[in-house]
């Protein structure tokens, strides 16, 4: 299999960076989520790459070895989706598929929303789909959810600058990928959660930690504090917010995000199809919030399922 190859793409005037893999007539584009990079989707690119796919992954813009913002701080969704659309045209594809992760997959549906003509099919990990707007769930939790506590402006930042970047990725994967929800007590910060000596996942390596620490070295977590945690609020004008398009949610039963007050009985009801008619929903019992790092190999089976189901 031929290595990984990077470039650096210029969309609105920055430089976005790209991984790619293969070289077949049909793209498939991955979108990862915090704490995370391109560099996360390093089984699935091989995979998708074997079995005839051309796959790219992409640093978001103010991650890893893409050019921020010129103020980071006003980063919205609004310019992902911008930098997606501008991606796709400056690379000259018509139509991909999307595979995202986590916060990646907020983009990934709002862009399917938006531009339906160039998504032929679309996966997540984690994130089930819902039509945009408030995330209300947040006020049912306390106030040291992490999530709250990020979108408090120089929080964060503070608690970070505590350690360096390697560690805060690494008490990040930890804490993520426990099936409890972090919240932390009123005397504590989130890096608090974690003990120095807790042990990394056994399927993430101290060499995968060295890659993720040295490219949140470079970008720092401005970028990464803003959009997602403090942009929830921004609103898209979508007047019909159905996904039409062939679409799967992959969802680990040990995922901490199904404790979201409401979000468990959402995907298993069948609520969700209300918005996604064709939309399918597969649970792995073992699965963490990082199933395609943890388990790839029936993650990576899933998808080429997917794909070869609906001829994508």
Known sequence: MEKIEHKHIKVNGSKLHVAELGSGSTTILFLHGF????????????????????AFAIDFRGYGLSDPKAEPEKTTYADVLSDLLALLDALGLDKVILIAKDFGAFPAY????????????????????SPP???????????????????????????????????????????????????????????????PSTPLPPWFTEDDLAVYGSLYEKSGFCTALKVPYRSFTEEFNISNPRIDVPAMLIMGEKDYVLKFPGNEDYIRSGKVKHFAPNYEITFLPEGT????????????????????????
């Open 35 to 54: 704490p995370e990079i391109w560099y996360t989707w390093r089984y699935q690119m091989t995979c998708v790459a074997e079995a005839g796919y051309r």
């Open 110 to 129: 709002l862009f399917t929303l938006l531009h339906p003509t160039r998504v032929s099919g679309v996966i997540t990990l984690g994130i089930v789909f």
């Open 133 to 195: 707007g408030p995330r209300t769930f947040l006020k049912l939790l306390p106030e040291g959810f992490y999530i709250n506590r990020w979108q408090v402006p120089g929080r964060a930042e503070a608690d970070f600058a505590r350690f360096d970047a390697k560690t805060v990725v690494r008490n990040i994967y930890i804490l993520f990928s426990k099936s409890e929800l972090p919240i932390a007590p009123e005397n504590q910060e989130i890096m608090d959660l974690v003990e």
């Open 289 to 312: 919030h990082f199933a395609h790092e943890q388990l790839p190999d029936q993650v990576n089976q899933l998808i080429l399922t997917f794909l070869g189901k609906h001829n994508l």
